[in-house]
Structures are given as structure tokens and as C-alpha cells.
């Protein structure tokens, strides 16, 4: 991620301050599930958020992710 890409697209002021991703399918538990419709959420300091592309694209060069190696990842809880 450039530095031109940490900024806010709308007023250039703001800088990157969270990404999430959407989620409002709810699985059997009624947790929120990410299912591959949702989509890439990236809010800025100057309080814009913009909506970036869908889960299901898989598209690394336009999603911002965070890559772990398989040792860095944990066991998801028992739900």
C-alpha cells in the first residue's frame, strides 16, 4: 500500500484508520458470517468510508489483507 493509497480518496486528508469487511449474513449461532458478497470496508480519520471490492473477487491487487504464513494462524473457537 502506497502512501497516496493510505489517504482519503474523497477529501485527501484523511488517513487509513480501519478495514474491515461487512458481514450481514448472521450463521446458526447468530454471529455475523463473512460470506463472498461482503465487502472490503476502509474507514479514514476524516470520518469518509469507502466501499471496496467483494470478498468473492479473491483479488489480491485490489483488496488490502493481511497475509499470515499457515504457523501464524489460530484455531478458530468451538461455536
Do not use: K, W
Amino acid at each position: 500500500m502506497s502512501s497516496d493509497d493510505m489517504r482519503c480518496p474523497i477529501c485527501g486528508v484523511g488517513v487509513v484508520r480501519d478495514i474491515a469487511y461487512d458481514a450481514e449474513v448472521v450463521n446458526e449461532a447468530g454471529r455475523p458470517f463473512q460470506d463472498p458478497e461482503a465487502r472490503q470496508i476502509t474507514e479514514f480519520s476524516c470520518g469518509h468510508s469507502v466501499e471496496g471490492p467483494r470478498l468473492e473477487t479473491a483479488d489480491q491487487e485490489r483488496m488490502d489483507v493481511e497475509r499470515r504464513a499457515s504457523e501464524d494462524t489460530a484455531n478458530p473457537p468451538d461455536v
